[in-house]
T-cell receptor, first 116, second 111 residues
């Protein structure tokens, strides 16, 4: 069955370190997204991609970067981790073109990141 | 500024009782509207969505939602709640390349 996976599921890192969170989907979806979830804020969009070599900034992109070299993967990099980036991170994908919210988004199980 | 508001942080209902979760939005244009559910330790799953047409939308697991343009609302309802419905529920709104989620409503179901 097609799925979307995230790794690691839990990560503890130190302030200032570079961290990369992996997201892999086997749906063959064009669109992929990264969100962070914080208490009281719901989910906030970090970055999104409409296809290979396409990346776009979301609502809370400062301190994060993504790259899309193939359809299946959209890794999220924290260039220099900060305590404010302690959060649960969700990756999602959706089919179609022309506006990602036109289609259902399929979410991964999440990565809990703690920055100490 | 664009926003999505879920006024109720936590709701408790008895099993078998009816449920209504509120969602209000503030956007200049009519947005696309969604409700997602998140079980503990899981990602989000789409319950239903509204793009256009009939303002009463049916979803999975017996949920429905009604879009009221005049009130900028998209409330989620279920006539009879089951214990397995205990979860966190998120309203989401999309316009252009902007997708916003509400802060969520946690549902507790009493036996």
């Amino acid at each position: 069955d097609a799925e979307i996976t995230q790794s690691p599921r839990h990560k503890i890192t130190e302030t200032g370190r570079q961290v990369t969170l992996a997201c892999h989907q086997t749906w063959n979806h064009n669109n992929m997204f990264w969100y962070r979830q914080d208490l009281g804020h719901g989910l906030r969009l970090i970055h999104y991609s409409y296809g290979v070599h396409d990346t776009n900034k979301g609502e809370v992109s400062d301190g994060y970067s993504v790259s899309r070299s193939n359809t299946e993967d959209l890794p999220l990099t924290l260039e220099s981790a900060a305590s404010s980036q302690t959060s649960v991170y969700f990756c999602a994908s959706s089919p179609g073109t022309g506006g990602f919210f036109s289609y259902e988004q399929y979410f991964g199980p999440g990565t809990r990141l703690t920055v100490t | 500024a664009q926003s999505v508001t879920q006024p109720d942080i936590h709701i408790t209902v008895s099993e078998g009782a009816s449920l209504e979760l509120r969602c209000n939005y503030s956007y200049g244009a009519t947005p696309y509207l969604f409700w997602y559910v998140q079980s503990p330790g899981q990602g989000l799953q789409l319950l239903l969505k509204y793009f256009s047409g009939d303002t009463l939308v049916q979803g999975i697991k017996g949920f429905e939602a009604e879009f009221k343009r005049s009130q900028s609302s998209f409330n989620l309802r279920k006539p009879s709640v089951h214990w397995s419905d205990a979860a966190e529920y998120f309203c989401a709104v999309g316009v252009g390349n902007d997708m916003r989620f509400g802060a969520g409503t946690r549902l507790t179901v009493k036996p």
